[in-house]
């Protein structure tokens, strides 16, 4: 793995927003686990930052809410129902 | 690290998208390196897409760039000088 670079701030915005937008999409944990076959442990450390999120899980998450990465990273968008 | 879940082409555009901004604002491999405390060696990973970048590199080499991640990870974007 070799040394992490943790920008824990961000790490909690981005669980935030996730969580954000699963609730609006009435997705549960669970729901969106089985839909991007990460684990629902790993769905819940990405949603509570305490994980380092790959940008490959977070594309599968975004793809899964339907929503791009980049509009998941732009938390000032408000999210199309 | 458990199960990755690698999207090889979406790694792909991203290397390519930071290749272009590093260029577009003129810095070397080993600057951007420098600048984050990256290595240079995982700065070329990145860049080759060899690697599933965590967000928080990501975030730091965004920040290095003067770009957001959400701009860095919208393609269709074009970059302010």
Redesign the interface.
């Known amino acids: 793995?070799?040394?992490?670079?943790?920008?824990q701030e961000?790490?909690v915005k981005?669980g935030k927003r996730i969580v954000e937008i699963r609730d609006l999409r009435k997705i549960t944990q669970e729901k969106l686990a089985e839909l991007?076959?990460?684990?629902t442990r790993?769905i819940g450390r990405i949603e509570r930052a305490e994980t380092?999120?790959?940008?490959?899980?977070?594309?599968?998450i975004a793809d899964h809410l339907k929503i791009?990465?980049?509009?998941l990273?732009?938390f000032s968008k408000s999210i199309e129902k």
């Open positions: 793995m070799g040394k992490q670079y943790r920008d961000y790490l981005i991007t076959e990460i684990d790993q380092n999120v790959s940008i490959s899980s977070l594309k599968l791009s990465v980049s509009d990273l732009d």
